[in-house]
């Protein structure tokens, strides 16, 4: 259940409003809410901002920082650690001995650093984390200094004046000004899911149910149709959704691959606490002193048991999204991050997304063939017919074309940098475009013929009506996909005036309409009708229309989508267009993608979609990749299918009917630009800049994090499995109580500070390797440490604990033959650098399961490589700097001893590498 903290200081903050703007009148509650109709001044929303406290519902940002670093010390054997020392601490005061007191010191010191890595490494994440989703925070349209602005939800404040479009979700309770056709989906706050019309008249009585007050708009809900002007009336804490807000907490999302790897760590867990009892057992047996086997044992626990592995995929997964924030993707939730990495099929649409979005008008068929010059958003072209420029004001017939689609259409054009661009749908921004190259004063024309009723564009009747006044007349106009508009039609006009529309002249037209999609055109008829005498009704002014002309629009394909798509192709990922275009444009722009091509280049039509049985369906997919005429809720049938077929998909959309599909879907994405707020919400994945490239490359991050996760599992399991085998082994073959512990409990902690801190972060930051895009998608039910590779970690563990434990046995020989004084002093120290060393130098290994350090390059992750030079830095400080070397009881090493460090040390580098060799080989990449 979505959770509340209730912001205090808001609440402190809070100013007492009047609870009854329903049955005000839209004047009175604006006088109330003391502001007006031109919006609040930046100076006001801003005071307001201060007064009233940010627009949210307290949800909080995460733990404080003290919280982060007191939750490094809740493990139980971090616990029972620092309980350890403190009793070897007592009972060095109680002997008055030294030794113990430092031992605890020591180690008290070792968690205490661990700490602060571990509360560095979650404070980042947990800042990167909130950072993108502040990137993906809603945003609302407001009016203010008089003019229209996109703010964040957070900064709306009582007074402001909000506009409302299809799509949009409501970020504030607020009183409708103006309504049209407006009706909103109230769901979240009464559980209703059918949409409830909206209008800007004052509700009475004053204490109308909060169903009944139609005048109003509420925080969190969605506009359903229509659109309209409020005043916000409440914000935060104090909107009808805050008041019913209770004070739970939001509870962190975990992601799959983080429950199997807690599940592992338990397991792993239980492993190495048998192991530990054992080499208690043993080392009391020998009589070696109990507390110092105790701190051994638990020393061992704490370092070997890989209980922070949830945590490393936290942490791996917040530096994958900054990254793919930088290339435009926001990942709205961790999980989906994952299934990235498993995505099989790829369904998008084509506007915008494989294309560039910015349509422009190239043919206008009016009777003839008329042809448009002009680049982008730049209102400036010729029209031409048969090669030569013609003058549009003398073209009656084009002028009322044109005027249609200007006024049939809620996007303007404006100039930002030196550069045009529309507010809107690009479709109808280049409409308004080709109004302007004629020569039309497109705002001025809207000022004088002042929009009086809509019917709204819907996806399944694929057409638009808005009603006009003009010259005292009402004037309706339509713009939609031929099929749809035709139909409607009786008439028809062209330079010589009006004709009747019969069935020969109607299937001239639609032939038309196929062959201008069929050169990859986005077709839009235009019609018109006077309706001075008819009611305002959808049912009464959609019929005995004009048909005045269609408009052939052309949107260029992306450049860098031709090479996205072949990548997905060399990465197993099977793409699928799935657009509102004609069947003709689908497949031409399919084909020059290479969406489309031999055995898959039947397009399917969303009528064919519609008839079709689940069986029929599912072979469809077998063979077809492009679907064209398809309504939103056909989406939804597509993502079933395929995820029946065992398939992993992505779907992208971008209005309020694709957000059930995107939901479906495994990884849904949304369209930042265009996209509503409403698909937003129900999305994994929004790109901010509406491109299918962008959707690739989330792909390659999200297999680049995958791929790091498993190298920081692999690394950290080998190099604690060596340290388990090596304590184990030792307590069973060295015999004498002097040689137990073979290491000592601030060797076991040190190792696990070096080794799991520097190096294992510098995993985290690997580059993508070469070819992350060339192989399968990973599946999804693979467990995080497979079969294979868990005999990897064995052998490599083992081989660690193996030259570990032969350091010991030939430094502990050399000793004895030079006549040194503490023989176990300097074996041990030979096999604790060895040890941390071995585990250092695996890290280098570790960069890739496939590829050499060779191939790779040793310095082609620099962090890597100060990681490692800072711990060797560290490792000799330890074993040279007198003060270190007693609390740590390592003894000086000469040349000898490095001698046999430095070559055992890189046995488990060379048996990594030459598995790297011998793998590849078997499987053919060599």
């Given at each position: 259940m979505a959770s509340v903290i209730i912001n205090r200081k808001s609440l402190d903050l809070k100013v007492e409003m009047p609870r009854d703007f329903h049955a005000m009148s839209g004047e009175e509650a604006l006088t109330a809410l003391g502001t007006r109709t031109e919006g609040l001044s930046t100076a006001e929303a801003r005071e307001r901002l201060v007064r009233y406290g940010p627009n949210e519902l307290g949800e909080g940002r995460g733990p404080s920082p003290l919280r982060l670093f007191l939750g490094q010390f809740k493990d139980l054997m971090v616990i029972v650690l620092i309980i350890a020392a403190l009793i070897s601490a007592g009972i060095g005061a109680w002997k008055g001995s030294a030794e113990e007191w430092l031992d605890a010191g020591i180690i008290l010191i070792?968690?205490?650093?661990?700490?602060?890595?571990?509360?560095?490494?979650?404070?980042?994440?947990?800042?990167?984390?909130?950072?993108?989703?502040?990137?993906?925070?809603?945003?609302?349209?407001?009016?203010?200094?008089?003019?229209?602005?996109?703010?964040?939800?957070?900064?709306?404040?009582?007074?402001?004046?909000?506009?409302?479009?299809?799509?949009?979700?409501?970020?504030?309770?607020?009183?409708?000004?103006?309504?049209?056709?407006?009706?909103?989906?109230?769901?979240?706050?009464?559980?209703?899911?059918?949409?409830?019309?909206?209008?800007?008249?004052?509700?009475?009585?004053?204490?109308?149910?909060?169903?009944?007050?139609?005048?109003?708009?509420?925080?969190?809900?969605?506009?359903?149709?229509?659109?309209?002007?409020?005043?916000?009336?409440?914000?935060?804490?104090?909107?009808?959704?805050?008041?019913?807000?209770?004070?739970?907490?939001?509870?962190?999302?975990?992601?799959?691959?983080?429950?199997?790897l807690d599940r592992l760590g338990r397991q792993l867990g239980l492993i190495v606490l048998g192991v530990c009892v054992f080499i208690f057992a043993v080392g009391y047996l020998r009589g070696v002193p109990v507390e110092e086997m105790f701190l051994t044992s638990v020393s061992l626990a704490v370092a070997a048991i890989p209980e922070g592995l949830p945590a490393v995929v936290t942490i791996s997964l917040a530096l994958g999204l900054q990254r793919m924030a930088k290339r435009k993707a926001v990942m709205r939730r961790l999980p989906a991050v994952e299934a990235l990495g498993s995505a099989t099929v790829i369904c998008t649409d084509k506007t915008g997304t494989l294309t560039r979005g910015e349509m422009n008008v190239r043919e206008v068929y009016v009777g003839e063939t008329i042809s448009v010059s002009g680049e982008g958003f730049e209102p400036e072209g010729e029209f031409l017919v048969n090669g030569r420029p013609i003058a549009p004001a003398e073209r009656e017939d084009l002028i009322s074309l044109l005027m249609a689609g200007a006024l049939c259409n809620d996007s303007s054009l404006y100039q930002e940098g030196g550069r045009w661009k529309v507010r809107g749908d690009p479709t109808e921004g280049a409409l308004v475009v080709a109004a302007m190259k004629a020569g039309l004063d497109v705002e001025g024309l809207a000022r004088r013929s002042p929009r009086l009723y809509e019917v709204p564009f819907d996806s399944t009747k694929k057409r638009m009506t808005t009603v006009h006044e003009m010259d005292g007349r009402r004037i309706a106009f339509m713009k939609g996909a031929a099929e749809s508009v035709v139909p409607l039609c009786t008439r028809y006009r062209t330079r010589e005036g009006e004709h009747p529309l019969d069935k020969a002249t109607a299937d001239a037209i639609l032939a038309k309409d196929n062959e201008m999609a069929g050169r990859a055109l986005r077709v839009l008829a235009i019609a018109t009708r006077d309706v001075s005498d008819v009611p305002l009704e959808e049912a009464a002014i959609e019929r005995e229309m004009t048909f005045l002309g269609l408009v052939g629009m052309m949107d260029a394909p992306r450049s860098e989508a031709v090479e996205a798509v072949r990548r997905c192709h060399a990465a197993g990922i099977r793409v699928i267009m799935i657009t509102g275009d004609h069947e003709l444009t689908a497949r031409a722009i399919a084909l020059e993608l290479g969406i489309a091509g031999p055995g898959r280049d039947r397009v399917v039509s969303g009528k064919a979609l519609e008839a079709a049985s689940p069986e029929e369906l599912a072979e469809m997919l077998r063979t077809t990749n492009v679907f064209a005429r398809v309504a939103p809720e056909h989406k939804m049938r597509i993502v079933e299918a395929l995820q029946a077929q065992g398939e992993i998909v992505a779907m992208t959309g971008d209005g309020v009917n694709d957000a059930p599909a995107l939901k479906r879907a495994d990884i849904g994405v949304a369209m930042g630009v265009t996209g509503t707020d409403v698909s937003k919400e129900a999305s994994q994945m929004v790109l901010m800049d509406d491109n299918f490239a962008t959707i690739v490359n989330a792909v390659e991050e999200g297999r680049g994090v995958y791929d790091n996760i498993r190298k920081f599992v692999a690394f950290l399991l080998s190099c604690n499995s060596g340290e388990v085998i090596a304590m184990f082994v030792a307590s069973l073959v060295l015999v004498g109580p002097e040689y137990m512990p073979f290491l000592l409990p601030v060797h076991l902690l040190w190792m696990n500070l070096v080794t799991d801190g520097l190096p294992a972060l510098a995993l985290g930051v690997e580059p993508i390797e070469k070819g992350v895009m060339q192989r399968p998608p990973t599946d999804p039910n693979e467990p995080p440490l497979t079969r294979r590779a868990a005999v990897r970690v064995l052998i490599i563990g083992g081989v660690i604990a193996l030259s570990a434990l032969l350091a010991f046995q030939l430094a502990d020989l050399l000793a004895l033959s030079s006549g040194q004084a503490d023989n176990v002093r300097h074996a041990r120290t030979v096999a604790f650098c060895t040890m941390v060393l071995a585990q250092l130098f695996l890290g280098l290994s570790a960069r890739s399961e496939t590829h050499t350090i060779r191939r790779l390059g040793l310095f082609t992750n620099r962090k890597m490589v100060l990681a490692i030079a800072v711990s060797v830095a560290l490792q000799l400080a330890v074993v040279y700097v007198p003060v270190l070397s007693g609390a740590f009881r390592t003894a000086p090493l000469g040349l000898a001893e490095w001698a046999l460090i430095l070559p055992l040390s890189m046995l488990a580098l060379a048996v990594n590498e030459a598995w790297k060799v011998l793998a590849s080989r078997r499987e053919g990449r060599c």
């Open positions: 070792i968690v205490m650093v661990n700490a602060v890595l571990g509360f560095v490494q979650n404070y980042r994440a947990e800042r990167t984390m909130q950072a993108l989703k502040e990137m993906a925070a809603p945003k609302a349209t407001v009016v203010r200094d008089g003019e229209e602005r996109s703010v964040p939800s957070r900064d709306l404040v009582p007074g402001d004046i909000i506009i409302l479009t299809t799509g949009d979700r409501i970020s504030a309770d607020a009183r409708l000004l103006e309504a049209v056709n407006l009706k909103v989906n109230e769901a979240p706050l009464t559980g209703e899911s059918a949409p409830v019309r909206k209008s800007a008249e004052a509700v009475l009585p004053p204490d109308a149910p909060l169903a009944e007050r139609s005048n109003m708009v509420f925080s969190g809900c969605t506009v359903d149709h229509g659109r309209g002007r409020a005043v916000v009336t409440a914000t935060g804490m104090t909107t009808q959704l805050g008041t019913i807000a209770q004070m739970v907490r939001v509870e962190s999302e975990s992601t799959p691959l983080q429950r199997k």
